[in-house]
């Protein structure tokens, strides 16, 4: 069967067999590889069909498996071994190859590995494929970047193995060198937004208006039938239902609360200052990830404090409040993720349409909304918009929102219950909006101390005051 397989991938853990099952489902034969001989084994196994799932150990046998030009995805971790997938499978590849790396790799590593492939004649491809195992298997939502004439060879395994939304297929070519890496990366910087959203939310269900895990279940999941329509509430909603096996009670009350992380959220905030694009509800649930983490030193802090004595708040009137404030906030987060991949197109050179960026993540993916739908409007209608908040069709939207997020930040502050997503959020918007900010004031103390200058409201030019009488 030498020469004939349509799709090659590299690494076959959970996400790597799921992607290349998907790939058979969908009418391509594939051949797997990997060093470990029970993954090849159990994925020849469960493809049934050797002529359309095949897998191998041995690199060689595998590279001669596949048809040319070669498309060959690596889903193994990002980091040093896509280098050194890179470098084993290179003596075997022909000119005008391609590979794709599917890992959350860093950026920055994409454009490297792509000007040191090119000069060897082989593309390469950064896409992104968020959907976790089950989408892998059942129709992820990809983002794919790199060059867009080699780009045409995998585009109909691409657009086949994708989610889809009302039949259009969740993968979109997005730009060159690693666009796809990095929209996947601030994919992740909002992922993290939303779910420390979440996670306020119900914090603030529970501590202010006693919301028990029943009752908690029927929020979320009536709000999933709603504007907050989303895979984050939904699985919130069906988590708050999980019996804990090993003893009495939900599960989710007994799961310590460190949240970890692999770093794609970190790097969309360290990227996003780099530009000089603020991200605040992005940085800040990083920064919660962090102080989660500092639970021993947070039980020793605990003891020290007072804390207010929450007051609790009509349940009914809670709950409605809330669903504004997620609804709110989620569109923050979109609004601050999106604002900086505009920025980093022009800083890149990417040339990415935001239209088509939600438009992929309508289906498939983590951070999957009813709310894309909407801002896929909204960059169509406007595909300069340089952020969410200007779009005369959310105006409306954020203002029937904005007043329950003031009132949620306002309570939560006073009863003591951290809701710095939400916060940062409603600041953001604040600040964002501000025709006017106190910033006149940094600008003087900055030229009092240093004479670094000022500039006037009233007429052009560089000024400096000798401050000091
Ligand atoms: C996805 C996810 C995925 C990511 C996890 C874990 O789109 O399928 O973003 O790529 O690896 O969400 O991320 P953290 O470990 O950093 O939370």
Redesign the pocket.
């Known amino acids: 069967m030498k020469g004939t397989y349509d799709f090659g991938l590299v690494g076959l853990g959970v996400m790597g067999r799921n992607f290349i099952l998907n790939v058979a489902d969908n009418g391509f034969s594939a051949f797997g590889n990997d060093l470990d001989s029970e993954k090849v084994s159990a994925l020849i196994e469960e493809g049934g069909d050797t002529q359309k799932v095949n897998a191998s150990t041995d690199a060689k046998t595998f590279i001669e498996a596949l048809s040319t030009p070669r498309k060959i995805m690596l889903l193994v971790p990002a980091g040093k071994i896509v280098d050194a997938v890179i470098e084993s499978l290179l003596p075997l590849l022909d000119k005008d190859d391609i590979i794709i790396d599917g890992g ?1 790799s860093f950026f920055t590593d994409t454009d490297r590995r792509d000007a040191y492939l090119a000069e060897k004649g082989i593309h390469f491809f950064g896409a992104g494929v ?3 195992a089950k ?1 892998a298997r059942l129709g992820p939502s990809i983002m794919p970047g790199g060059n867009k004439e080699a780009y045409q060879h995998v585009k109909p395994i691409f657009e086949a193995v994708s989610a889809k939304y009302k039949g259009e297929p969740c993968v979109a070519y997005l730009g060159p060198k690693s666009a796809g890496n990095y929209v996947k990366m601030v ?2 910087g909002i ?1 993290y937004g939303l779910m420390q959203l979440t996670s306020e939310i119900y914090d603030l269900l529970k501590k202010g208006g006693n919301f028990n895990n029943d009752e908690l279940h029927q929020t979320y999941s009536q709000w999933n039938s709603g504007r907050l329509q989303s895979f984050l509430v939904q699985i919130t909603s069906e988590i708050l239902t999980q019996d804990d096996e090993l003893g009495e009670g939900k599960l989710v009350d007994k799961i310590l609360d460190k949240a ?6 970190k790097w969309t905030s360290q990227n996003a200052m780099d530009l000089g694009i603020p991200v605040p509800s992005i940085d800040i649930a990083v920064s919660m990830r962090e102080i989660s983490a500092l639970k021993d030193e947070r039980i020793a802090a605990d003891k020290l404090y007072e804390r207010p004595t929450v007051e609790h708040m009509d349940k009914v009137e809670l709950e409605k409040l809330a669903e504004e404030a997620l609804y709110f906030s989620f569109i923050i987060t979109y609004a601050q993720g999106l604002h900086q991949l505009a920025d980093a197109s022009k800083e890149y050179g990417y040339e990415l349409e935001i239209a088509e960026i939600a438009k992929i993540w309508r289906a498939g ?2 951070i999957r909304a009813g709310l894309l739908a909407d801002i896929t409007g909204a960059f169509h209608a406007d595909a300069t918009l340089p952020n969410l908040l200007l779009s005369p069709s959310f105006i409306q939207k954020v203002q029937g929102t904005v007043d329950a997020a003031r009132e949620l930040v306002a309570y939560a502050a006073k009863n003591g219950i951290p809701v710095p997503g939400l916060s940062n959020s409603l600041t953001y918007f604040d600040s964002y909006t501000s025709s006017r900010l106190p910033l006149n004031l940094i600008q003087a103390q900055r030229d009092y101390f240093g004479s670094h200058t000022y500039e006037r409201l009233d007429r052009d030019g560089v000024f400096h005051t000798e401050w000091e009488a």
């Open positions: 959350n968020s959907g976790g989408g994919h992740n992922e970890k992380q692999k770093g794609t959220g993916c983590i």
